[in-house]
T-cell receptor, first 114, second 113 residues
Framework: AQSVTQPDIHITVSEGASLELRCNYS??????LFWYVQSPGQGLQLLLK??????LVQGIKGFEAEFKRSQSSFNLRKPSVHWSDAAEYFC????????????FGQGTTLQVKP | EADIYQTPRYLVIGTGKKITLECSQT?????MYWYQQDPGMELHLIHY???????EKGDLSSESTVSRIRTEHFPLTLESARPSHTSQYLC????????????FGPGTRLTVT
């Protein structure tokens, strides 16, 4: 079955430390890949996306993600975390079946220590 | 910046009441979606629409219904609210099914007492 897995439910990092959030997917072909961020009580905001081409994509707020086909992964990274980055992060995939439907992972809650 | 709006933002209502959650977008997007999200959990697609007069059920079974009479408007209705309907409801839209990129509204947090 098609699936998206975010192995880490909760991550705590110190402000200024680097961050990596993991995302793995299970599909027959390479899907479209997204990372969204959700602040408490808010909707989702798109951080970055990968459709094709360069496997390292840059997003907003200093985030980047790397697509690794061999590992079926699309991990999100940030070199130096700010307290305002504390939020819920969702990885999502769009299966290449032209339906436009996204499938979301379970989310990772990021806590930032001062 | 995406222009997609949801009202109300918060709603507390008693069991058995009929409610309609509003969602509007000003981007002219053909595709619209409703997701249900329990606290700390992933999003589950409950309804979607490819355009006017087109509605489909999503991956998660829901007792709600939707309509799409105008491109910009995609309301969700619960005929008889129950405590099990307590959740956050997120509306989203996208330009077309090819790009998959979805823009989200701020959500409606529904509590049924």
């Amino acid at each position: 079955a098609q699936s998206v897995t975010q192995p880490d439910i909760h991550i705590t990092v110190s402000e200024g430390a680097s961050l990596e959030l993991r995302c793995n997917y299970s599909y027959g072909a390479t899907p479209y890949l997204f990372w969204y961020v959700q602040s408490p009580g808010q909707g989702l905001q798109l951080l970055l996306k990968y459709f094709s081409g360069d496997t390292l994509v840059q997003g907003i707020k200093g985030f980047e993600a790397e697509f690794k086909r061999s590992q079926s992964s699309f991990n999100l990274r940030k070199p130096s975390v700010h307290w305002s980055d504390a939020a819920e992060y969702f990885c999502a995939v769009g299966p290449p079946s032209n339906t436009g439907k996204l499938i979301f992972g379970q989310g990772t809650t990021l806590q930032v220590k001062p | 910046e995406a222009d997609i709006y949801q009202t109300p933002r918060y709603l507390v209502i008693g069991t058995g009441k009929k409610i309609t959650l509003e969602c509007s977008q000003t981007m002219g997007h053909d595709k619209m979606y409703w997701y249900q999200q329990d606290p700390g959990m992933e999003l589950h697609l409950i309804h979607y629409s490819y355009g006017v007069n087109s509605t489909e059920k999503g991956d998660l079974s829901s007792e709600s219904t939707v309509s799409r009479i105008r491109t910009e408007h995609f309301p969700l209705t619960l005929e008889s609210a129950r405590p099990s309907h307590t959740s956050q409801y997120l509306c989203a839209s996208s330009r077309d099914r090819v790009t998959y990129e979805q823009y989200f509204g701020p959500g409606t947090r529904l509590t049924v007492t």
